[in-house]
């Protein structure tokens, strides 16, 4: 039920001030991270706050969803944003909103005991705005750290797939991590497009990194292999690990032709053989 | 057989199998499992976890923990609440596939492990359990 506030504007307009000050103590009080909000800059987002509350519940009732509510869901999620940089929990960042409930409905008492049902009508109409805001703090928290979530994954995207010139004609691929679908596929782009620009023969793919191949895994690898050798360039597939080797043959993962080594070194010098590079005796 | 801890973890996206295989490793290092089998029972545990999701439209798998002394194992059940199987025997054949894979997941699952049971029907979901002993 969403009444109308009749009389909660003009408490805001009478009582304006007095209600900053007990909300300002309200919150210094309650405080669990002393200090780490300045009081000048708290009541400076207490008395923006107000304004726009009122501005707000004035022209626009109590749907917070109207264009009236603009000013005060930015101011919101401005306060959120900072507290949030601050450390500050989500639920710490909605009490900003929620420790407003007892200084308010302390007034409302006050001005409307000789009316319960408006009183009523007014406290009820009051929480579910002041909670609807409440939240919302909290959603704009989230939605901050899912930002920052998927932006760190798409930095892992780019920072686990590079792929190294070890010699004239011969690439590396160290591979490190899960190789999901995604991976996979950023991988093998940029193999392809390094084989292309360096024009190299030989492509070492190093999984000494991925902690377990299973199909899906074997799949994909053999994938990236299929488009190299298109492209012309052949692959050795390097760090293949006892406990993994085990796993493949129980798996019964045909790896064809390609050709394998336990680690980067024999893949290397393997290279090496295959593009006619002499090397020292005894090496 | 006596069960002396037990978990369950939800499967329902890519990321929820990255999450099973990282408690199963867990489990079987607590147990001490050797290198080897604890590759192969993840491996398993990666592929079982796989089908779930993506024929059976996810589920969950519940994982033991076996004390049988003097031996100990990890047992791993999946369901999911898909379609089912309505071949096993045919589904369990290497190069078998519906899905586009390698069609080696639930036979190598099987190779991987000491007991593997497939218990399935059409329209009333799958469940596959394994064990490993230490």
Same mark, same amino acid.
């Given at each position: ?123 009820? @109409? ?6 609807? !805001? ?5 959603? /704009?928290?989230? +939605? &901050?750290?899912? %930002? ?94 006892? @406990? ?6 129980? !798996? ?5 032709? /390609?050709?394998? +080594? &336990?680690?980067? %070194? ?18 | ?134």
């Amino acid at each position: 039920m969403a009444v109308n506030l009749i009389h909660l504007p003009r408490i805001l307009e009478r009582h304006g001030e007095a209600l900053l000050a007990d909300w300002i103590r309200e919150q210094l009080q309650s405080r669990s991270r002393t200090g780490a909000i300045k009081e000048g800059e708290l009541r400076e987002q207490c008395a923006e706050f107000l304004r726009l509350f009122r501005e707000a519940t004035t022209k626009g009732g109590v749907d917070m969803t109207r264009p009236e509510y603009g000013p005060l869901r930015e101011l919101l999620a401005n306060v959120s944003a900072s507290r949030g940089a601050q450390g500050f929990s989500p639920s710490e960042t909605a009490k900003f909103v929620f420790s407003f409930k007892r200084p308010l409905f302390m007034r409302l008492r006050e001005e409307l005991m000789r009316d319960p049902v408006a009183l009523a009508d007014e406290t009820w @109409a009051a929480t579910e705005l002041l909670d609807e !805001l409440g939240l919302y703090t909290t959603e /704009v928290y989230q +939605k &901050a750290r899912e %930002a920052v979530i998927v932006r760190q994954q798409e930095e892992m995207l780019e920072l686990s797939t590079p792929v190294v010139k070890l010699w004239d004609g011969i690439l590396a691929l160290p591979m490190i991590g899960t190789l999901d679908s995604n991976r996979t596929q950023v991988v093998m782009e940029t193999l392809l497009e390094k084989i292309v620009e360096t024009g190299s023969e030989v492509a070492i793919i190093d999984i000494t990194g991925v902690p377990t191949v299973d199909t899906l895994v074997a799949q994909h690898l053999m994938k990236t292999v299929a488009a190299a050798r298109l492209m012309g360039a052949e692959c050795i597939i390097s760090g293949i690990r006892p @406990a993994i080797a085990q796993t493949i043959v129980h !798996l019964a993962i045909d790896l064809g032709t /390609v050709v394998t +080594k &336990a680690n980067l %070194a024999d893949a290397f010098k393997a290279a090496l053989d295959k593009l006619g590079v002499a090397q020292l005796p005894g090496r | 057989m006596p069960v002396v801890k037990e978990e369950t973890v939800a499967i329902g996206s890519d990321a929820d199998v990255v999450l099973v295989r990282q408690r199963v490793r867990r489990r079987a290092q607590e147990l001490r499992f050797s290198l080897v089998d604890q590759t192969k029972l993840v491996t398993a545990a990666s592929e079982l976890a796989r089908n779930a999701l993506e024929h059976g439209r996810g589920g969950e798998m519940l994982l033991q923990v076996l004390e049988e002394p003097p031996r100990s194992g990890l047992r791993l059940v999946f369901v999911d609440r898909g379609p089912g199987i309505s071949n096993v025997e045919l589904a369990m054949k290497d190069g078998y596939t519906t899905g586009g894979g390698l069609g080696l997941g639930l036979g190598g699952a099987k190779r991987l492990v000491n007991e593997f049971a497939v218990e399935s029907a059409p329209g009333a979901g799958t469940r596959v359990t394994v064990t490993k002993w230490h």
